[in-house]
């Protein structure tokens, strides 16, 4: 596992940790590590939780299995991606998923029309791609039913791999909800948002989702991701790895390497402890 460089202040801000945005076996993708191993591991540097994420498979069921074998102290909170393999936006498969017990319902991620146009069409795929907006550039009505459904029962929407139109159209209607609400990783390929759109995002209450994946591809520098935290404010912001990947670092090894990356860059303690424990629980609905 990794050694961390600021060692005794990794391992204090592990304990208690979340890592909202992990991805592990079984998947229809080759993931470095399952369930069990994830929260085995989550154990061993005293977390506190971690989120399953599945872009094909909702998690709700594979949570509840875990957190009821009683074999670890972390808890694994489970989340439902909005693509074609449930239906799209698809307004049914959300009601039953909060009601299993996920906390967090991505828009389309693999199957958004902004992912496909920008990577290319999965050659298995005989589908353009999930669009939130219709013509006139309003959302579908069946968004605002998911976004009902969410508001019902107390989760919160994240913006998945949208455009920065949809993105902008959704976090505002779930804002005007009073849903709580996620712009996930606005630093990555397809999903990049310029640091002002974060801001008026912000200042409608959404939490930025900050990851460590965008580093470890080398799509943006640590330097840049601590400068969009100082910019937003650490207290708009989480923390979250989006690791899992076959042969790279473990989640848990991600997330030491982020902390470590943003000490670094000049971020504090103080700061990072908010973006990996408190912020974490007011996207899960802990704490307001």
Not at 98 to 112: D, E, F, N, R, S
Not at 228 to 241: R, S, V
Request: hydrophobic fraction near 40%.
């Amino acid at each position: 596992m990794y050694n961390p460089k600021h060692a005794e202040e990794v391992f204090a801000l592990m304990k208690g940790a979340y890592d909202l945005h992990t991805h592990t076996s079984p998947d229809f993708v080759k993931r470095s590590l399952n369930d069990d191993e994830l929260l085995k591991q989550a154990d061993q540097y005293g977390m506190a939780g971690v989120m399953l994420k599945n872009h094909l498979d909702p998690t709700p069921a594979r949570a509840i299995i875990i957190n009821t074998s009683g074999r670890y102290s972390a808890k694994a909170y489970s989340s439902a991606v909005l693509n074609l393999s449930i239906g799209g936006l698809n307004p049914i498969a959300v009601k039953y998923y909060l009601q299993m017990g996920a906390k967090v319902i991505w828009m389309p991620t693999l199957h958004a029309r902004n992912q496909i146009e920008y990577f290319g069409r999965d050659k298995n795929l005989a589908h353009p791609g999930i669009r939130l907006l219709d013509e006139e550039g309003m959302l579908k009505p069946e968004v605002l039913v998911c976004l009902d459904y969410i508001k019902e029962y107390d989760a919160t929407v994240a913006t998945g791999h949208i455009s920065i139109g949809e993105s902008i159209a959704v976090c505002t209607a779930a804002r005007e909800k009073g849903i709580r609400t996620v712009l996930t990783h606005p630093d990555w390929t397809c999903t990049t948002l310029p640091v002002d759109v974060q801001k008026s995002l912000v200042s409608q209450g959404v939490m930025v989702e900050k990851l460590w994946f965008d580093i470890g591809i080398n799509h943006v520098t640590s330097e840049y991701m601590a400068k969009t935290i100082q910019d937003l404010g650490a207290e708009n912001c989480y923390m979250a790895t989006d690791r899992g990947q076959a042969g790279v670092e473990y989640p848990a090894e991600g997330m030491m390497m982020f902390m470590d990356a943003m000490l670094d860059c000049g971020l504090t303690y103080d700061e990072i402890y908010k973006m990996t424990h408190d912020n974490p629980k007011k996207v899960l609905g802990m704490t307001e």
